[in-house]
């Protein structure tokens, strides 16, 4: 019989850094070793906080930043699935975060986009590649970490390290919850236990030495 891939399937060529050694890519990125632009730093380490598709977050606005319900509404449109089947994702905005968001806001506060880019050719924000490019070629971690590696750390070391079940952290990952029958009827956005686990997580990452 076929075997069926996990919901956390990410491919071979998508490695991630253990959580153990994650304060050595934190370091680098605070002391800017890479000598990379502070808009590509700055998405690097807002993707270790909030773990989203790099398509999703390099095309972020800042319209779509509600500080009165301390949320990020990610259009339908920028998440990944059939067309029809897409739905807004959000994402809890955490002091962390809020902290990276006010220091990005110092040089493209006056921009639509929050990731904008004067280098930017073909697209006003920086390129899904960036994040790659940079990690690869001036940090070094060819083989150990991609920008879309970072999905795994919130899978594993929010288990392991922070004790949040899965189906939580599941959610904020947004993938898609249960059978086609739950998806059908179930709702449910959980954002009560998703906000503590996005605290808990964004203090860890501070905590190991992330500094925003």
Known sequence: SKLTKSKTHIPKNNPCLSWDELPELLDDLNKNRGKGSPVV??????????????????????????YEEDLWTIPAERMKGRTRKRKE????????????LE????????????FWSPRGRAKPHIDE???????????GY????????????????GQDVLG??????DR????????KVRQAYDKSQALKERRAFMDAWCDALVSHGLKV
Do not use: C
């Not at 790099?54 to 509600?66: A, I, N």
């Not at 590649?129 to 940090?139: E, G, R, T, V």
């Open 41 to 66: 730093i700055a998405a690097i380490k807002f993707d270790i906080l909030t773990f989203v598709r790099v398509g999703s977050l390099v095309p972020m606005k800042w319209d779509e930043l509600d």
């Open 89 to 100: 994702h959000l994402v809890p905005l955490t002091d962390p975060i809020k902290s990276l």
């Open 103 to 114: 220091y990005i806001r110092q040089f493209n506060g006056e921009e639509d986009y929050v």
């Open 129 to 139: 590649s960036a994040l790659n490019q940079h990690l690869k070629d001036n940090l």
């Open 142 to 157: 060819k083989g150990r970490q991609t920008a879309h590696g970072l999905r795994r750390l919130p899978a594993t070391a």
């Open 164 to 169: 949040f079940p899965y189906e939580i952290i």
């Open 172 to 179: 904020q990952l947004a993938h898609a919850i249960g059978d």
